[in-house]
């Protein structure tokens, strides 16, 4: 069984997902029995939509209760060293010479917008295992782009 590396944050937010969902279940059951009591199940649209919310609900909660089983909660603080790794904030300059500075974060907590990336993403990949000075090549949907980590931090 793969672990899934998450900061504590992304598990938090998975097990809330999850408690939501959880407590969404009930409400459904009571959906459809009472588009049940309305009679013709074949041309019943409430009972329909109510089955349909209640496979995809149970189809989260699954997914949600395996990524949470599989959990490895990595703290940032913790790590150190000169390679970029899960949890590390890197800083590199592009080719444009401008700034960027992304944490390698779980999947479930990520938000470019932000500057945090999931460790599964093309530039993630790209930065894992480098250190401080060296260039990586990226291959992006929009072409290859060139970085050059200039700092890597633990926070």
């Not at 900061?7 to 999850?18: K, N």
């Amino acid at each position: 069984m793969q672990k899934v590396p998450m900061l504590a944050e992304g598990y938090e937010m998975l097990t809330a997902d999850l408690k939501a969902l959880r407590a969404e279940r009930p409400k459904i059951v009571d959906a459809i029995e009472e588009a049940r009591a309305h009679g013709d199940l074949s041309e019943n649209a409430e009972y329909h939509a109510a089955k349909e919310r209640q496979g995809q609900v149970e189809a989260q909660i699954a997914d949600l209760e395996d990524k949470t089983s599989r959990a490895q909660i990595i703290d940032p603080a913790s790590l150190s060293g000169d390679k970029v790794v899960f949890g590390a904030t890197v800083t590199v300059i592009d080719e444009d010479d401008k700034a960027l500075k992304f944490q390698i974060v779980g999947q479930a907590e990520s938000d470019a917008k932000v500057g945090r990336i999931s460790y599964e993403s093309p530039l993630a990949r790209g930065l894992i295992g480098k250190s401080v000075g060296e260039e990586v090549e990226v291959t992006v949907p929009s072409g290859d782009k060139f970085y050059l980590i200039e700092k890597i931090e633990f926070i």
